[in-house]
Nanobody
Framework: QVQLVESGGGLVQAGGSLRLSCAAS???????????MGWFRQAPGKEREFVAA????????YYADSVKDRFTISRDNYKIAVYLQMNSLKPEDTAVYYC???????????????WGQGTQVTVSS
C-alpha cells in the first residue's frame, strides 16, 4: 500500500509563493503504466476541487483554469515525490491542499486511490 505525506503549507501574503511537497512511501506507482499524482484543495464548507495532476511516465500535466500560469506541478522519479509550486497566491487559494495518487490522471477526486492528510495554505489580503 502507498502512503502519501504532504508538507510545505503555511501562511503567506497575497502575491507570495509556497512550494508544497508530497512524499510517497510503501509500494510505488512504477508498476502501473498509467500511474498519476495530483493535488486537490478544499476550503471550509466547500467541495473538494481539482488543482493539478501529472502523469508519472512522461510528465504530462493538467491544471484547473483557476491556477493556470500560477501553479506548477512536478515530480521526482527517484524519490517518488510530487511538488506544487504556487506563485502569485490569492486569498481565494486558501484551503487545505491534498496530495492524491492513482492510476489515472483525472480532475475527479474519486478517480484517485491514495490520499495524504492535507496541508493548510492560508493567503492573507
Amino acid at each position: 500500500q502507498v502512503q502519501l505525506v504532504e508538507s510545505g503549507g503555511g501562511l503567506v501574503q497575497a502575491g507570495g509563493s509556497l512550494r508544497l511537497s508530497c512524499a510517497a512511501s510503501g509500494r510505488t506507482f512504477s508498476t502501473f503504466s498509467n500511474n498519476a499524482m495530483g493535488w486537490f484543495r478544499q476550503a471550509p464548507g466547500k467541495e473538494r476541487e481539482f488543482v493539478a495532476a501529472i502523469r508519472w511516465s512522461g510528465g504530462r500535466t493538467y491544471y484547473a483554469d483557476s491556477v493556470k500560469d500560477r501553479f506548477t506541478i512536478s515530480r521526482d522519479n527517484y524519490k517518488i515525490a510530487v511538488y506544487l509550486q504556487m506563485n502569485s497566491l490569492k486569498p481565494e487559494d486558501t484551503a487545505v491542499y491534498y496530495c492524491a495518487g492513482g492510476t489515472v490522471a483525472s480532475q475527479v477526486a474519486r478517480s484517485y486511490e491514495y490520499w495524504g492528510q492535507g496541508t493548510q495554505v492560508t493567503v492573507s489580503s
